[in-house]
């Protein structure tokens, strides 16, 4: 079996590498175990000196297009193994960065919100497609709202209407916008090679903790994990997978009533 996550260590930099553009790097099962044995090859590295930086990037032209709606719309609800891809990227020892030159969409967004830092390219778009599908974006709010206000992206939530990078950089989504993604990540890789490895870890540790309680992360992941997987279950999200993949307008189900 082809893999869909690529993993290579250079120059003090573990970069890890979606690679699944068939299916524009969808959350699929195996591009997310893939990618946790990505993680495990860079934390080694990390553990071993041979890596300061992970990187999280992406084969064009989409970094990622959120969950396999295919697979979720013939299989049980099952969330864990995705939010466990967003702590681990929250508590790995060496800074994160999410390097975005493409569209991002629904779990894709929280996947790159997971990462100390996010530069993306100034033409990228990002959007919050699951009320369109049916679903909620559920298990993404736990790491994009410890980056910002939600009210800063109530519209981009409620009408799934994409917003451009400028936005996202203006809210707090998003850390650097550049018209030369790799240059900018090589620079950020360079400068934190600089810092001690011990008093970064403890930095990004401390930016991790700072305000926030770890118990209130797992309860919010818990709890959002419960959520997400109800609605992907219900009758909503069968109308709505169902119509996405028609490629036309869904027929809602009654509330109450179509069951």
């Not at 495990?40 to 890596?51: I, L, P, Q, S």
């Not at 989409?62 to 295919?70: H, M, Q, S, W």
């Not at 790491?143 to 206000?149: K, M, T």
């Not at 934190?192 to 008093?199: F, K, Q, R, S, V």
Request: glycine share 6%.
């Amino acid at each position: 079996m082809t893999e869909l996550v690529r993993l290579d260590v250079s120059d003090a930099v573990a970069t890890i590498t979606l690679d699944s553009p068939a299916n524009r790097n969808a959350l699929s099962r195996q591009l997310v175990s893939d990618l946790h044995a990505a993680l495990d090859g860079a934390d080694a590295a990390v553990a071993a000196g041979d890596a300061r930086t992970i990187v999280l990037g992406h084969t064009p032209s989409v970094f990622c297009a959120g969950a396999d709606l295919k697979e979720r719309a013939s299989g049980p609800a099952d969330s864990a193994p995705v939010v466990r891809l967003f702590e681990r990227l929250l508590d790995a020892t060496a800074p994160t960065i999410a390097a975005v030159s493409g569209p991002v969409r629904a779990g894709g967004i929280g996947l790159m919100a997971s990462c100390d830092l996010v530069v993306v390219h100034s033409d990228v778009t990002f959007a919050f497609t699951e009320v369109r599908i049916g679903v909620v974006a559920a298990i993404i709010s736990v790491p994009i709202f410890r980056r910002v206000v939600p009210a800063h992206l109530s519209a981009a939530y409620l009408t799934g209407e994409p917003f451009d990078a400028e936005h996202a950089r203006r809210v707090g989504l998003v850390t650097h916008v550049a018209d030369d993604v790799a240059a900018v990540v090589a620079e950020l890789c360079a400068a934190i090679a600089l810092g001690g490895p011990e008093a970064v870890a403890a930095t990004k540790r401390m930016l991790q903790e700072a305000g926030a309680d770890r118990a209130q992360r797992d309860a919010a992941f818990a709890a959002m994990r419960d959520l997400s997987d109800r609605h992907f279950q219900s009758a909503e999200a069968a109308a709505g997978m169902a119509a996405f993949a028609a490629k036309r307008a869904p027929a809602w189900p009654r509330p109450g009533r179509d069951r």
